[in-house]
């Protein structure tokens, strides 16, 4: 059974760099896609970017490209989103979810990492 | 890429059905199958209720039920329950040369 457990939650400044992680504690997720999703407070869910863990393959949403950067280190099963510089308007929750290759939907999904930036 | 419109808000009586629609734009969301929808109660993490149009994933309840037509899918819950009241999202994943992912605007339900 895929269980994602993603890192616990961060307060950071205007600036700042930082790496979320989200681990399987399942199994391998090797034939899996990593997705993130961003929801700021009292908002919607907006799909940011998917990496495949068994290759290289990055989708990322126009909306965040240039802004973050997905990573997989496949020797632990962890997928990553990384900031270089932190804005205000990065605060929100991101959830990451898995989706099995070949499918086109999330089927397990992480309990959330809250983000807060402000100086 | 546009998000998909859903309503903000739809309620009704324990017991009722209701039914939650999902519009989208493109040739790709009213060509292929990839809708799914989530089901997600206040400080938790979305749950997949809806896959490929009119699939429940195992242990999710066969009150619900989805389906589309053209450029517009539907979310239908029967035997609306109290514990049904929660946001509800649709989602489409797009095969084109740009392959990305969508999220529709939400819709809070509300079971009265």
């Known amino acids: 059974e895929v269980q994602l457990v993603q890192s616990g939650a961060e307060v950071k400044k205007p600036g700042e760099s930082l790496k979320i992680s989200c681990k399987d504690s399942?199994?391998?997720?090797?034939?899996?896609?990593i997705g993130w999703v961003r929801q700021i407070p009292g908002k919607g869910l907006e799909w940011m970017g998917t990496i495949y863990l068994a290759g290289s393959d990055i989708m990322y949403s126009p909306s965040v490209q240039g802004q973050v950067t997905i990573s997989v280190d496949k020797s632990v099963s962890t997928a990553y989103l990384h900031w270089s510089s932190l804005k205000a308007s990065d605060t929100a929750m991101y959830f990451c979810a898995s989706a099995v290759h070949g499918n086109c939907y999330f089927d397990h999904w992480g309990q959330g990492t809250l983000v807060t930036v402000s100086s | 890429q546009s998000a998909l419109t859903q309503p903000a808000s739809v309620s009704g009586s324990p017991g009722q059905s209701i039914t939650i629609s999902c519009t989208g734009t493109t040739s790709d969301f009213s060509s292929y199958n990839c809708v799914s929808w989530f089901q997600q109660h206040p400080g938790k993490a979305p749950k997949l209720m809806i896959y490929d149009v009119s699939n429940r994933p195992s242990g999710i309840s066969d009150r619900f039920s989805g389906s589309k037509s053209g450029n517009t899918a539907s979310l239908t819950i029967s035997g609306l329950q109290a514990e049904d009241e929660a946001d509800y999202y649709c989602?489409?994943?797009?095969?084109?040369?740009?392959?990305?992912?969508?999220f529709g605007t939400g819709t809070k339900v509300t079971v009265l």
């Open positions: 399942g199994y391998s997720l090797s034939n899996h896609w």
């Open positions: 989602n489409s994943y797009t095969r084109s040369t740009a392959p990305h992912y969508v």
